[in-house]
């Protein structure tokens, strides 16, 4: 079921996620409602948080389709950090240059509570680590730096005003 998508300054998009003990009937829901609503608004990764619901799930869009992956752990992460644009569902419109690592090892569970581990670089590492900060309440404007700070409050502004 498509669900609503929570736009910045919800407080929602602030909390630290809980994470999930046993994987339910209601969990997979959730978890088909999180793909559901990723692919219906055209995105390449989403967070429990982003649709109001404070659990430690995310989606990825890879290759070979959606990946669920529940209690995502990041193990290990490059030294080599690499700057990439991002954009995020909750901030529509906005987009920054962001640090990330360059690699990351991440162990997760998928849909049916099997353990899995995968090595990840470039745009799925960079995804990877941009959805799992916000099961932590962490936005990719946070880990801006100052310029793209400025440009998307200047762009916030400009958005809000042609709202009313
Ligand atoms: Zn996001």
Same mark, same amino acid.
């Given at each position: 079921?498509?669900?609503?998508?929570?736009?910045?300054?919800?407080?929602?998009?602030?909390?630290?996620?809980?994470?999930?003990?046993?994987?339910?009937?209601?969990?997979?829901?959730?978890?088909?409602?999180?793909?559901?609503?990723?692919?219906?608004?055209?995105?390449?990764?989403?967070?429990?948080? $982003?649709?109001?619901?404070?659990?430690?799930?995310?989606?990825?869009?890879?290759?070979?389709?959606?990946?669920?992956?529940?209690?995502?752990?990041?193990?290990?992460?490059?030294?080599?950090?690499?700057?990439?644009?991002?954009?995020?569902?909750?901030?529509?419109?906005?987009?920054?240059?962001?640090?990330?690592?360059?690699?990351?090892?991440?162990?997760?569970?998928?849909?049916?509570?099997?353990?899995?581990?995968?090595?990840?670089?470039?745009?799925?590492?960079?995804?990877? $680590?941009?959805?799992?900060?916000?099961?932590?309440?962490?936005?990719?404007?946070?880990?801006?730096?100052?310029?793209?700070?400025?440009?998307?409050?200047?762009?916030?502004?400009?958005?809000? $005003?042609?709202?009313?």
């Amino acid at each position: 079921m498509f669900r609503k998508i929570v736009f910045y300054p919800n407080k929602e998009l602030r909390k630290k996620s809980a994470p999930i003990g046993e994987i339910t009937a209601e969990i997979k829901q959730l978890c088909l409602d999180i793909t559901q609503t990723m692919i219906a608004s055209d995105g390449i990764g989403l967070a429990a948080p $982003q649709i109001g619901e404070s659990k430690r799930i995310i989606v990825i869009q890879t290759e070979g389709g959606p990946k669920i992956c529940i209690n995502p752990e990041i193990l290990e992460k490059t030294k080599e950090k690499e700057i990439g644009e991002e954009g995020c569902l909750s901030l529509p419109e906005i987009y920054a240059n962001v640090k990330r690592s360059k690699g990351i090892r991440v162990k997760f569970l998928d849909e049916n509570g099997r353990e899995c581990e995968v090595k990840v670089k470039g745009m799925p590492a960079r995804i990877f $680590q941009h959805e799992i900060d916000h099961l932590d309440g962490v936005l990719f404007l946070d880990r801006a730096g100052f310029l793209g700070k400025w440009k998307a409050r200047k762009r916030l502004q400009k958005l809000r $005003q042609n709202a009313y």
